[in-house]
């Protein structure tokens, strides 16, 4: 079985959520046939299915034939998942009494009156 974050990436592969992720994994597997099929058969599937963990399988091969690869494929998983969608994440934890100002980058000030 795949090391889990291999298993976690290939699940979040099958549903897209993060396109720079399938991207880069589509085009590192384009030129082997039987990788691609494995991406092509996750597609849709739910995160614990046979077809999931194949493709988990085939991340772990791949990573371990290219860890250039794999240290890629890491950085950008760390990357999405730290967001949940390639972007920000803004969480209020605890009541608030006043304004929240939820943003990504801000260039400048920002004034509450």
């Given at each position: 079985m795949a090391e889990p974050v291999l298993v976690s990436i290939a699940s979040a592969l099958a549903t897209r959520a993060f396109a720079r992720l399938h991207d880069l994994v589509r085009t590192r597997l384009a030129d082997d046939p039987e990788a691609s099929a494995a991406l092509a058969a996750a597609r849709g599937a739910?995160?614990?299915?046979?077809?999931?963990a194949a493709?988990?399988?085939?991340l772990e091969n791949t990573e371990r034939q290219d860890p250039a690869f794999g240290r890629e494929l890491r950085r950008e998983w760390?990357?999405?998942?730290?967001?949940?969608?390639?972007?920000?994440?803004?969480?209020?934890?605890?009541?608030?009494h006043g304004t929240?100002?939820?943003?990504?980058?801000?260039?400048g000030g920002v004034t509450f009156r």
């Open positions: 739910d995160a614990g299915s046979p077809a999931v493709l988990g399988e085939v760390e990357r999405a998942s730290a967001t949940g969608t390639g972007g920000v994440v803004n969480q209020v934890t605890a009541p608030v929240v100002v939820q943003a990504g980058d801000i260039q």
